[in-house]
């Protein structure tokens, strides 16, 4: 699986953002997907997951209530939409595949390149 993340950019702070992670592959639907984050100078932090099928999902508490993920398997694509963003949103976001639904990045198998979004405040 090869994944694109796109969507990222500038936004002022309580604005919106949506990224996309568009996956090649047939076995995209089999796969749980996840977004992480990564600030300079920070480790590399959970955002959120979904399951391959759509009906479940798992947030950070950091984010829950204004962030959303979810996905369209016809579509081979993974979305997070970003509301009401701060500054310490700002980093760069990553998308990534494994086999379950897990906060853990070790449990996933294949990964995007980044996608950088920065809140200005």
């Known amino acids: 699986v090869q994944l694109q993340a796109s969507g990222g950019g500038l936004v002022q702070a309580g604005g919106s953002l949506r990224l996309s992670c568009a996956a090649s592959g047939r076995t995209f639907s089999r796969y749980g997907m996840g977004w992480f984050r990564q600030a300079p100078g920070k480790e590399r932090e959970f955002v959120a997951a979904i399951s391959w099928g759509g009906g479940s999902t798992y947030y950070a508490d950091s984010v829950k209530g204004r962030f959303t993920i979810s996905r369209d398997n016809a579509k081979n694509t993974v979305y997070l939409q970003m509301n009401s963003l701060k500054p310490e949103d700002a980093a760069v976001y990553y998308c990534?595949?494994?086999?379950?639904?897990?906060?853990?990045?070790?449990?996933?198998?294949?990964w995007g390149q980044g996608t950088q979004v920065t809140v200005s405040s």
């Open positions: 990534a595949a494994g086999l379950g639904l897990s906060r853990r990045f070790s449990e996933y198998d294949y």
